[in-house]
């Protein structure tokens, strides 16, 4: 009888330590967030469950989750950090003047109709009258250029309004990968 009390209360133990694991890795490490809209595709797409962290640094070209004070929850791609001057030309990206090569769009463009821009000419100055991204400013845009909402027409996004960097796509299960 002892016996098998001890092994309930260690099955129990073990339990609430898994428990206790999973409510902190769910709350704090791994978040899951759905996809809405499709101005990711081909990286992401509507009904797609990714996961979420919100403890690495943002860098040039991952894809973040952030809330507008409105409320608004966005998935976008940061293209341009703090301090860097941003412009588009002839589809290609300059980020202080040097040309920038963005391969994550190779599936995104239209081969088919080469005329048409898959991503509009434009800089900062003409989009939010500076030259250069403030300090806690990122430029971010969608991965589907020409449907997506993003810094061309709500401007920059704050660091204190990023939630985390969306890492991996977990449902459905034929859509499992990481992002890049």
């Known amino acids: 009888m002892k016996k098998w009390q001890d092994q309930l209360w260690l099955a129990i133990k073990y339990f609430l330590i898994a428990l206790f694991l ?4 769910r709350g704090f490490l791994l978040i899951p967030i759905p996809v809405t809209g499709n101005s990711m595709n ?24 952030f809330r507008q004070d409105d409320g608004t929850t966005y998935i976008k791609r940061v293209i ?9 030309d002839q589809d290609q990206l ?7 090569p963005e391969n994550f769009l190779t599936n995104n463009q239209d081969h088919d109709n ?12 003409d989009l939010i009258d500076v030259d ?16 997506s909402k993003d810094s061309r027409s709500f401007g920059t996004v704050n660091s204190r309004e990023i939630m985390g960097k969306a890492r991996f ?8 990968k990481f992002i890049h």
């Open 42 to 65: 081909q990286t992401l797409k509507q009904g797609d469950m990714v996961l979420m962290e919100k403890f690495t640094k943002v860098q040039r070209f991952d894809v973040i989750v």
């Open 94 to 100: 300059y980020i202080n003047e040097e040309r920038v």
């Open 114 to 125: 080469e005329n048409t821009p898959y991503t509009t000419s434009f800089n900062l100055r």
């Open 80 to 88: 341009g950090l703090p301090g860097e001057t941003i412009r588009y």
């Open 132 to 147: 250069q991204l403030p300090q806690n400013e990122y430029f971010v845009l969608g991965d589907n250029r020409r449907i």
């Open 169 to 176: 796509v977990y449902y459905p299960i034929s859509d499992i």
């Open 22 to 25: 999973g409510v902190i890795i």
